[in-house]
């Protein structure tokens, strides 16, 4: 069954530290990874997406990487600041017409 | 399983103009997405509806984009006053999500491609 799976379900950390969300997936056959973020309120945004041959890709204090052989992706904030506190999605296509989401981390960041 | 539908396929349509979009999604899903995609790039979240609220909406959308889906089935995005930077593919999900699941699975349609000229 495809399915992705995201830990922790809620993480909080003071402003300054750095954390990592982890993203789970057992989706076949597989092309490419995505992580969003998704403020309070608002739909998600897109941060990276990561194909096959990448194991790590990196947008500012963002930092993805992925383990096509074992399934498993991360998210590492550095720095965080207040800004970063929102949800964070995995989400992993089937095909063009099928996503998989997982529900998110939803990461605090208190100053 | 007959899939995510929408029409028109494609729209061609001159600065200024309005558009509407339709989708038709898988039947008895709850939640029903709008996308706006460029060549390259993924899926845009726009707005999602649970049955018929619409829950979220992103800063994407501008007040001249509105969507509908009054009784939580078919959906409808109008744009007004078409810009050229509207130029994109827009593309409907459908998902059924029961309380304490943890992942959506998302069923796209094959996109509504507007051009403005």
């Known amino acids: 069954k495809n399915q992705v799976e995201q830990s922790p379900q809620s993480l909080i950390i003071l402003e300054g530290k750095n954390c990592t969300l982890q993203?789970?997936?057992?989706?076949?056959?597989?092309?490419?990874l995505r992580w969003y973020k998704q403020d309070t309120g608002r739909g998600p945004v897109s941060l990276t997406i990561?194909?096959?041959?990448?194991n790590t890709k990196s947008n500012g204090r963002y930092t993805a990487t992925l383990d096509a052989d074992t399934k498993q992706s991360s998210l590492h904030i550095t720095a965080s600041q207040l800004s970063d506190s929102a949800s964070y999605i995995c989400?992993?296509?089937?095909?063009?017409?099928?996503?998989?989401f997982g529900t998110g981390t939803r990461l605090q960041v208190f100053p | 399983d007959t899939g995510v539908s929408q029409n028109p396929r494609h729209k061609i349509t001159k600065r200024g103009q309005n558009v509407t979009f339709r989708c038709d999604p898988i039947?008895?899903?709850?939640?029903l997405y709008w996308y706006r995609q460029t060549l390259g790039q993924g899926p845009e979240f726009l707005t999602y509806f649970q049955n018929e609220a619409q829950l979220e909406k992103s800063r994407l959308l501008s007040d001249r984009f509105s969507a509908e889906r009054p009784e939580g089935s078919i959906s409808t995005l109008t744009i007004q006053r078409t810009e050229q930077r509207d130029s994109a593919m827009y593309r409907c999900a459908s998902s059924l999500v029961a309380s304490g699941d943890y992942t959506d699975t998302q069923y796209f349609g094959p996109g509504t491609r507007l051009t403005v000229l």
């Open positions: 990561m194909t096959f041959s990448e």
């Open positions: 993203c789970n997936y057992t989706v076949s056959p597989f092309s490419n």
């Open positions: 989400v992993v296509p089937v095909r063009t017409d099928k996503l998989i």
């Open positions: 039947s008895e899903h709850n939640r």
